[in-house]
């Protein structure tokens, strides 16, 4: 909708009726001429004017006519009967002008007005209106038959943009309501203006005007100048409006039909938090801001060059086109940042859930999982929370916008900020077409490593359906891990690949659908001891402290691999390999349910008598798991001790001494051949004097 319309439309119409009015009531009751008035605005409009209050007309040189009450009607399928409801309206004109042709409104006064714009479900706008067509009589009417139709007038369709325009010296608005109702989505905005004035000191000359109103819940105070002319039409706007100051500077070739502008356009603030008022939506309090660029058309085209964004601590640069399509508008952006920092639009950091290293008592802590063993050995149980929150929200996806509008954006920035994490040398192709986005390429560096990704959504049909394909290479994986606060428990090197598709209408339909790969491989890294030294460590060693102790272990290598179907992912390999220890396993993660079903088997690199290298259970929702060990492996442990009764102390302790696999880096095989198995273990050999040591600490516990 071009906003002069209506203004245009509804301006004319009450000038146009007061000066003829002026004309025919000059020796006449103005009372008596109501009804005329009245019949002229409907065959101009093809709807009703009523004049429900008085009318009065001042005879001078400079008539003033002054009408109230007065309300014209809506288009038939409107939502409410009135279009335009005015209190008072009152016309000062100079007569002798306008008898030669020259409308010279002196001053134009509208108090209370109240208009009600709209759309029907296919666009057409109450502001188009259907003059009423009178049927000639008589002699006229045989002279149109008879004409040629080359000889018959038709109307001008740009009549109404060619008009030329009245010369209005003095315009006062008091206590104006516009309200836009948009036919398609229902949404209602309403702009008040409490006063709105303008003055023309000469014909042809600038009309200076000053306003003061809001947009829906935006304050908008604004003064300016507007020239007249053919082309290059100048113009000034200065003011505040939601809080932030505006300056807009430059010329408009056509202002009636809003073409061939030329403006140099500037706005800052605090936080653009104020800004939700006009945007109709909840924005984050970041600031203070400042936009500057130029504004230019060329045809359908409308170009911001040197454009110029300093968002708190974030800066963009570059150019945005937007063409104006009839179907729908399209777009086309370049844009550079050295700063974006997200981390306000991605929500306030989750809750820290406490630390589950050794020590602490946490869920996945070795504290928590010495605590399972010592309660399974005397014949405890040990059961997952009562209950845990759900990873995977079932808040249906709303891709409604991207139905709306095409177009292509490229940016590349040096930093980029989010949430829990930070990437850098960032350069990502963004198209849409049709409601089918795709991102790619979409490079960049992440936790120390390289990133490739493509991903491609398409929400075309009803049920959206997702792809993505994901290299990231040669990552510090314990910077990720720490970064995103997942766990600190293991540092190295990784690649991770990964090529997933899904469809569903929520994050939980969506992973409940997925299907594909996921693999992430690690060579040398650190383990943090504490995690595993009750997996494989000693007894004797955790008991007393005359062995060797140290906070990390050494990682020689990890492999994780998982084929996805249907939202269950199997773990096709999964192994890792440290200085005491190979760990192997086995088991799913349920996407949709959001449960763990995995098992760990350990197998002690060196000789122990005495080791707590049991199998383990991973179990339990993916947001609070719980780890226990296996209770088949349990059942047979404790078989084995009932045997052994008979033998004494020692004897106690024979079931719990585990074989060393003795190879030192099984993962090489398995990242060569993809068989994630560790060697059988060699025969053991008798360590000397290990006796000695073992028989002082069963004395001292026995």
């Given amino acids: 909708m071009r906003i002069w319309v209506p203004f245009a439309v509804i301006g004319g119409l009450i000038v146009a009726v007061l000066i003829a009015a002026v004309i025919l009531l000059s020796t006449q009751d103005v009372e008596v001429y109501k009804e005329l008035i009245e019949e002229q605005a409907r065959k101009a409009t093809g709807r009703e004017l009523k004049i429900n209050g008085e009318l009065d007309l001042a005879i001078s040189f400079s008539p003033a006519i002054t009408a109230t009450d007065v309300v014209f009607a809506n288009v038939e399928w409107g939502s409410r009967p009135e279009m335009l409801k005015l209190e008072r ?378 792809s993505a394909r994901l290299v990231l290479a040669d990552a510090d994986l314990g910077r990720v891990t720490e970064e995103m606060e997942i766990t600190d428990i293991l540092e190295g090197r990784f690649d991770l690949e990964a090529d997933l598709k899904g469809a569903g209408g929520s994050m939980h339909a969506l992973m409940a659908s997925l299907n594909g790969r996921l693999s992430v491989e690690m060579g040398e890294g650190q383990l943090n001891s504490g995690y595993i030294d009750y997996l494989a460590a000693d007894l004797l060693s955790t008991l007393t402290s005359w062995g060797e102790t140290s906070d990390v272990t050494r990682v020689n290598c990890m492999v994780a691999r998982f084929d996805i179907r249907n939202g269950i992912a199997s773990a096709s390999d999964l192994l890792l390999d440290t200085a005491k220890m190979t760990v192997s396993g086995e088991g799913t993660v349920d996407l949709g349910k959001e449960e763990l079903d995995l098992t760990l088997t350990p197998r002690p690199k060196e000789e122990s008598l005495i080791s707590l290298a049991l199998p383990v259970d991973i179990r339990g929702p993916l947001s609070d798991p719980y780890v226990l060990p296996n209770e088949e492996a349990v059942a047979l442990g404790v078989a084995a001790l009932a045997g052994q009764i008979a033998l004494g102390p020692i004897g106690l302790l024979i079931p719990l001494v585990s074989a060393g696999t003795g190879d030192e880096n099984p993962c090489v095989v398995a990242l060569q051949e993809g068989v994630a198995q560790p060697t059988a273990p060699p025969q053991e050999e008798e360590r000397p004097g290990i006796f000695e040591p073992l028989k002082d600490i069963l004395d001292s516990i026995f």
């Fill in 89 to 466: 309206v009152e016309a000062k004109v100079a007569l002798i002008p306008m008898l030669m042709g020259t409308v010279d409104v002196k001053r134009l006064v509208l108090v209370g007005a109240d208009i009600y714009l709209e759309t029907d479900l296919s666009g057409r706008g109450n502001w188009e209106f259907e003059p009423v067509e009178e049927e000639p009589e008589g002699e006229e009417a045989s002279e149109v038959a008879e004409a040629e139709p080359e000889e018959r007038e038709e109307p001008e369709e740009q009549e109404l943009e060619d008009a030329e325009l009245p010369i209005v010296r003095d315009v006062r608005i008091e206590d104006l309501v516009i309200t836009y109702r948009d036919g398609e989505t229902g949404e209602t905005t309403e702009i008040v203006f409490e006063r709105l004035s303008g003055s023309q000191n000469e014909p042809g000359g600038p009309l200076s005007f000053d306003l003061l109103g809001r947009l829906d819940e935006a304050e908008i105070a604004l003064e300016g100048i507007i020239g007249f002319g053919e082309k290059d039409i100048p113009l000034r706007v200065t003011g505040e409006a939601a809080g932030a100051a505006l300056n807009i500077i430059g010329t408009i070739a056509d202002p009636m039909a809003g073409k061939g502008l030329d403006l140099t356009i500037e706005i800052e603030g605090q936080t653009i938090k104020s800004l939700g008022a006009l945007t109709g939506g909840d924005l984050p309090d970041i600031g203070p801001y400042r936009i500057t660029t130029r504004l230019s058309d060329f045809g359908e085209i409308y170009r911001l060059d040197d454009l110029d964004m300093r968002l708190g601590p974030s800066d963009l640069t570059g150019v945005i086109e937007l063409v104006m399509g009839d179907e729908r508008p399209s777009f086309s952006a370049d844009l550079n940042s050295r700063l974006l920092d997200l981390t306000a639009y991605t929500g306030a950091p989750a809750a820290g859930r406490p630390p589950t290293g050794p020590g602490n008592g946490g869920t996945g802590g070795a504290g928590a999982e010495s605590d399972s063993l010592i309660a399974l050995s005397e014949g405890g149980d040990a059961a997952p929370a009562a209950s845990a929150e759900r990873l995977f929200s079932d808040e249906p996806f709303d891709f409604s916008a991207l139905g709306s509008i095409d177009g292509r954006a490229k940016l590349t920035a040096e930093t980029v900020r989010l949430e829990k994490t930070t990437i850098s040398n960032l350069d990502v192709v963004i198209e849409l077409q049709s409601a089918r986005a795709t991102v790619s390429p979409l490079l960049a560096h992440f936790g120390g490593g390289q990133l490739d990704a493509d991903l491609v959504l398409n929400a075309r049909q009803a049920t959206p359906s997702f």
